[in-house]
């Protein structure tokens, strides 16, 4: 068998003995089966960071795949300076965001909703423990997203500024009101 046709054979087995590197080529030579083994190598971590950011099961379903569709298109940008996660990481952050962004909007089209920039705290589906994911899901939304990308992503606040379009102050007012419902919800207190 060519080789050239090895790289573009539907044998899963192809893929799945490739290295990252390998078939991050084979993505960007347009091969669909070696970006279905990439899906399938991230996804779950792709999913996890959209969940954490949208704070809802249905949106985060929906990012992830704006996320890999996203990631179809621009493979062509990845360089290779970084470690594939750390890029598609990155990558993921900032689509979710502008897919946040594009629902919120259209939603309040739909609605004829005014934008006050400040959203009340999802209740906790569970309430007999104290599930750290579960209080971070019920915060406001732009706490959340400043905890996420700052505690739990170790984005700084430079960066979160950028990708929130928002004043590194008011970065670091939500991450400590988003401490301080955390806190609160846990039934923390301090002494």
């Known amino acids: 068998m060519e080789q050239g046709h ?8 192809v893929f799945t003995a490739k290295s990252q590197s390998e078939i991050i080529a084979d993505v960007k ?3 669909k089966y070696a970006f279905k083994t990439l899906y399938e190598q991230h996804i779950g971590r792709v999913y996890a960071l959209c969940y954490r950011l949208t704070g809802d099961k249905g949106l985060a379903e929906d990012a992830s795949q704006e996320v890999f ?19 598609l990481h990155s990558v993921t952050a900032n689509v979710t965001i502008s897919y946040m962004r594009k629902q919120r909007s259209w939603f309040q089209r739909m609605l004829n909703i005014e934008t006050s920039g400040i959203t009340e705290p999802v209740a906790p589906q569970e309430t007999d423990d104290n599930d750290l994911d579960m209080h971070i899901r019920a915060l406001p939304e732009r706490a959340r997203l400043v905890f996420v990308l700052y505690a739990v992503e170790g984005y700084r606040h430079e960066e979160i500024a950028s990708m929130l379009k928002m004043a590194v102050g008011s970065s670091k007012a939500q991450l400590h009101r988003a401490r301080g419902l955390l806190k609160h919800a846990m039934g923390c207190t301090d002494e």
């Open 29 to 31: 030579a347009g091969s």
């Open 6 to 13: 090895q790289r573009t054979c539907c044998d899963r087995a």
């Open 69 to 87: 569709i996203q990631l179809w298109r621009k493979i062509a940008n990845y360089d290779g300076n970084s470690q594939f996660s750390t890029w």
